[in-house]
């Protein structure tokens, strides 16, 4: 991928070998409660349309002919930033199409008709209160939201619904955030770099970036909250704070830790315990954080906490160490092979601001022997089912 | 695509996508959830809800510990899933592919259920049935199935119930292992930057000879659907609903395959009036998806999605059916342009063209005719045959029924 640092940051990729073509244009704001409602909002009010298609079905219409051209706007959080985050991917060769439906929306939105954006409130309303509904990732959110509470590291990404309502001017908002945010271009696919600046030049005259810089998280001093919902399985939560270290020994660990069924929670939890059907860990390199994830039989929750508890502090062997690396290295090398895995490495990678790459990455993996960390449980969180 | 057959009977699907570091490789069992019963030479038996899924768990065990683990030692990762007409198995890497695929083969030809790996294995499915009881759209669907096919196997959950699995033992769980796991009953599905006669060779060299015919499947007489509408309380904020119809058409073909996927999308996908109108009447806020749902005894049109008056929606989405079948369809040339450059995108990774493969391979259809009809469709010809029989299924917020 070639990084070109000049009026936006952009991120080239010259590749004969996917049949698709991707652009991908990425708007960083600090997330904060006074801007992660009104992303979310405008993510749903722009996907709905623009001047030129004024309703969804005239503007998927508008993406079918143009060779199936899948659109996605979202709005994405990465550590304690908000990503306004727009995507069309087509099948090669009808490149300046995807660039001119794109730039229609972002350049022409139709978002000072208010009865645009007073529907996508009522939406925004509905995702909010039915995040209940998906038990594994609302545990996830909550436990995030406990571990980095009153920070944008622990704001939900899905916007703050006591906020909702006050929105006013979403149309000043947008024209502020395309004015004043970091902005990262992704172009993917069949087509030279002179070309692809062409057309963004031709397309996206009035885009720039901004420098917008990075804070640390702080992670919550220890605690165990269980709340109650109506679920018949329990899905429990824990958050680890990293501590010091460098990111790649981290990524190490995770690896070893919670992922894939060689990993240490899968063996002690599922296989030698029964306890769980899925239990996996995720890192967070932005927010310095470890998530752990499982669906318990709630008899089970003390039980299952400890043997994590014990697994966290068991060091690692030689042969644990070397088969993560090979695995996160493996991981690194397949991610060539697909474009949005690609930009969302660059993405992250984009606001260490360090400079480094796929192939730089996997060096630094390769260079680490040992893990000299110190993990430590922030949080264990735990969504019960009814109290009996 | 290169296609295969080894001397004991495998079909091998081999794509080869030069330049590209993941390979992967699947090995897929004409055996689901969907099977009822069989009978051998021998004897006849019932098959309890859930024992393709039991199966699919225990293959990873062995003395050795689990196999995923062998895998991963390998570099490779492993999973495995089970659908209504198969199971399959399947691993991804970068590196080791053919010690891999020689893992896979001799997995999937070894039986090796032990009763202690039954009962360990009871209790991680019991946790994955109680993940899918609180999965209000899994249960809607379910629900509706039980509508459309009352006393038909499509209508149990793939993994059975708690107290499904709790009658499956050793007998029932070799007796359709050796039945189904049967080299003419198998497929094996490659792609990455691989070398297609290793393949073969590979694929052969590990698996069993044919052994003797493959058993009758038992024909279970349907009930008559009578229910046209059902409804669940979970826990949800907006209410989910499935709603779809029967086909008269019993014929399993890619062409119809295709155009029934094409009619779908054209009566309530993205880009349809209907999608249009829900939408301003904000009865809905994102577009429906569908699923043609086809196998040996069943074919039926399915569309869901979330709504905030769902049982007035899913009356709208059978109206749309039933004009349809009077007026024909709208839009017909967007989506046919739609679904093949869907197509294509999908089929752009190694992960996602094992997939598509793996169900033309189930449902006996040649998957280059799919790619080959988007081109050729004759989209005046699209014609919907009057549904045997409709339904809808509505998970409400049991918060709502509370208050």
């Known amino acids: 991928m070639e990084v070109i640092r000049d009026r936006v940051n952009l991120y ?8 698709g073509f991707y652009l991908c244009i990425c708007l960083h704001q600090p997330l904060n409660e006074n801007t992660v409602t009104k992303n979310r909002l405008l993510s749903l009010v722009l996907s709905s349309g623009c001047e030129m ?6 503007l998927n219409t508008a993406l079918a002919e143009c060779d199936g051209a899948q659109l996605s706007i979202q709005s994405v959080k990465k550590g304690d930033r908000i990503i306004l985050q727009f995507l069309i ?4 060769g009808s490149e300046e199409e995807q660039f001119r439906i794109l730039s229609e929306i972002m350049n022409h939105p139709y978002l000072k008709a208010d009865d645009f954006a007073i529907s996508r409130k009522k939406h925004l309303k509905n995702i909010i209160e039915n995040k209940i509904a998906d038990k594994k990732n609302y545990a996830y959110d909550r436990c995030v939201e406990l571990m980095f509470e009153k920070t944008g590291f622990g704001i939900d990404g899905d916007g703050i619904l006591r906020d909702l309502c006050g929105i006013r001017d979403l149309y000043g908002y947008y024209r502020q ?33 901004n420098k917008l810089s990075r804070s640390d998280a702080k992670a919550a001093e220890f605690k ?19 501590g010091k270290g460098s990111r790649f020994e981290k990524i190490i660990f995770n690896e070893l830790f919670g992922v894939g069924p060689s990993s240490r929670l899968f063996r002690s939890v599922r296989e030698q315990n029964g306890l769980c059907y899925y239990i996996s860990s995720k890192y967070l390199s932005l927010a310095n954080a470890v998530i752990v994830q499982a669906g318990i039989d709630e008899e089970n929750f003390e039980k299952t906490v400890d043997i994590v508890k014990s697994r966290l502090n068991d060091p690692p062997t030689d042969d644990e160490i070397k088969n993560a690396k090979a695995s996160v290295t493996d991981t690194l090398k397949i991610m060539g092979d697909y474009p949005t895995a690609l930009m969302d490495f660059y993405l992250t990678q984009g606001i260490f601001d360090d400079g480094v790459t796929v192939e730089t990455a996997a060096e630094k993996i390769n260079a680490v022997d040992k893990l000299s960390l110190e993990p430590k449980i922030s949080v264990v969180y735990l969504l019960g089912g009814e109290e009996n | 695509m290169i296609v295969k057959k080894t001397i004991n009977g495998i079909s091998c699907f081999i794509v080869p996508k030069k330049g590209f570091i993941q390979k992967q490789a699947m090995a897929v069992v004409r055996f689901g959830s969907d099977t009822a019963g069989f009978k051998t030479q021998s004897a006849a038996f019932k098959i309890p809800a859930g024992t393709a899924h039991f199966i699919e768990h ?11 683990d062998s895998f991963s030692r390998l570099g490779a990762e492993a999973n495995a899933f089970t659908a209504f007409d198969k199971t399959a198995y399947y691993f991804t890497c970068a590196e080791h592919f053919y010690e891999n695929l020689e893992r896979l083969i001799k997995m999937v030809f070894t039986r090796q259920f032990t009763c202690t790996d039954i009962d360990a294995e009871r209790k991680i499915i019991a946790e994955e049935i109680n993940m899918y009881r609180d999965d209000a759209r899994w249960q809607c669907y379910f629900s509706l199935l039980k509508c459309l096919y009352p006393g038909l196997a499509v209508s149990n959950e793939i993994a059975g119930s708690i107290k ?14 050796d039945a189904f796991y049967r080299p003419e009953n198998i497929a094996v599905i490659a792609a990455g930057d691989i070398d297609c006669d290793k393949i073969c060779e590979t694929v052969e060299k590990n698996s069993v000879s044919k052994v003797g015919e493959l058993p009758e499947i038992e024909s279970v007489a349907e009930n008559t659907p009578e229910n046209a509408y059902t409804e669940k309380y979970m826990d949800i904020s907006t209410p989910f609903l499935y709603a779809g119809f029967k086909e008269n058409n019993t014929s399993v073909s890619a062409e119809n395959t295709v155009k029934m996927r094409i009619m779908l999308e054209c009566m309530a996908g993205e880009c349809s009036p209907l999608f249009g109108r829900l939408l301003k009447e904000e009865s809905v806020d994102t577009p429906f998806g569908f699923e043609y749902l086809k196998g040996r005894n069943y074919g039926a049109g399915l569309f869901f999605g979330e709504s905030k008056a769902p049982e007035k929606t899913a009356e709208c989405i059978l109206k749309e059916i039933e004009n349809s079948v009077k007026n024909g369809f709208v839009n017909a040339e967007a989506v046919v342009k739609k679904q093949r450059g869907e197509l294509i995108m999908q089929t752009e990774s190694v992960n996602g063209i094992c997939m598509p493969i793996a169900d033309c391979f189930s449902k006996n259809i040649d998957f280059l005719d799919i790619l080959k009809l988007y081109d050729t469709i004759d989209i005046d010809g699209l014609s919907l045959q009057k549904p045997q029989f409709m339904a809808a299924s509505v998970v409400k917020g049991s918060r709502s029924k509370q208050n």
Do not use: H, W
């Not at chain 1, 298609?53 to 005239?58: A, D, L, P, V």
């Open chain 1, 12 to 19: 080239i990729d010259e590749n004969k070998k996917f049949k």
């Open chain 1, 53 to 58: 298609y004024k309703t969804q079905t005239e």
């Open chain 1, 89 to 92: 991917a087509a099948p090669k």
């Open chain 1, 177 to 209: 955030v395309y004015e004043n945010s970091q902005t990262d271009v992704f172009i993917l696919g069949d087509i030279n770099r002179e070309r692809a600046q062409e057309l963004l030049k031709k397309y996206f005259p009035a885009l720039k970036t």
């Open chain 1, 224 to 242: 165990s909250v269980v709340e109650r919902s109506q679920g018949k399985q329990a899905k429990l939560c824990i958050g680890i704070d990293m």
């Open chain 2, 58 to 68: 225990l293959m990873f065990s062995s003395p050795q510990g689990n196999l995923m």
């Open chain 2, 164 to 177: 499904d699995i709790n009658t499956i033992d050793e007998n029932i769980l070799n007796a359709c292992y």
